[in-house]
Structure formats: C-alpha cells, structure tokens
C-alpha cells in the first residue's frame, strides 16, 4: 500500500527512527525493527486519519504477506459483496487464494508488524495453513501474551509506545 507524502520528518525515539509523513489529514508511520529482529520483521508501521476523515481503504491482494494489525481506534471493515463485516480490534492478515475489499471508513487508526516472508511461522505455533486467508486475533496466535499485547498497544497513550510495545513484548 503505496501513498505519496507530503511531508516526512524522522522522530528520535531511542536511536530508531519513527518516521512520519502526511497525506492530506492522514498521518503515515513507519519504522524498522532492531537488529535481532531484522531477519523476521520487515518493518512496523501504521496509519492516522484526520478528524472527522473518511478514508478510502485499499483491497489487500493475494500474496501480500503476513501483518499483523493493532486498531487503536477502528477495526478494518471487510467488504463480502456489500456486506460489511468487522475485524478483530487485533489480527492477522495473510492472504493468498482471494482479494481481500475493505470498506473506506472514517476513525483509522492501527501500527501493523510486517513479517518477511517465511517468517511468520516462528512467532506462533499455528501451523500455517490455517493462518492463510484468515483474521485471527493475537489472542488466538499467542494465547495470553496476545491478549496482554493488544490491551497494552490500544491502551498506550503516545504513538511511541504503541510502536515500541510489539518490539519489547
């Protein structure tokens, strides 16, 4: 999901870069994991509309990879032929076989983890068949753990921390 900016500028946040940029009133994030983490997660990132903004959400293609999605405010809503169904505050997209539609909707708000290909398999015990076109929650890839982490990232009050959280837990 591509989007050019208007303006960006790097935040100092412990020696990683958060990096923020603007499209119009939504706020674009993305910031690269540390080190150790780097073989398996391609990036953090996540995105802010403006007050009262409604923002036209893309359809995920198939063969997109695997992200794993904490809504601060609300969840994606899934078009299926007009009818809209809404996702966990937190889970995975992993699409492989069909298009996924969302619906534009106002209130955006979520940091995703961006796993390299291949590497999903090594922070969940599910096997990953049943991971493909699925939405489950972080509870159900990492049982209590999951649910802790999605409590604390929503509950977070600076971005920072929201971002930091998935990193540290």
């Not at 150790?36 to 995920?60: A, N």
């Not at 299926?80 to 298009?99: M, N, Q, V, W, Y």
């Amino acid at each position: 999901m591509r989007i050019a900016s208007r303006r960006a500028n790097a935040l100092d946040w412990r020696g990683a870069s958060l990096t923020d940029r603007q499209h119009d009133s939504m706020r674009l994030y993305s910031r690269y994991p540390v080190a150790r983490l780097s073989p398996y997660i391609d990036r953090f990132w996540g995105w802010e509309s403006g007050d009262g903004e409604t923002v036209p959400l893309p359809t995920v293609l198939p063969g997109t990879g695997a992200e794993v999605f904490f809504h601060y405010r609300t969840p994606f809503l899934q078009d299926e032929g007009g009818k809209l169904f809404s996702l966990p505050a937190t889970h995975l997209i992993c699409i492989r076989r069909r298009p996924m539609p969302l619906a534009g909707m106002a209130e955006v708000g979520f940091i995703a983890v961006r796993f390299r290909a291949g590497a999903l398999h090594r922070f969940t015990s599910m096997p990953g068949n049943e991971l493909i076109d699925q939405q489950p929650r972080a509870q159900d890839l990492w049982g209590a753990a999951g649910r802790r982490l999605a409590g604390a990232v929503t509950g977070a009050r600076e971005l920072s921390s929201k971002f930091r959280l998935p990193e540290v837990t």
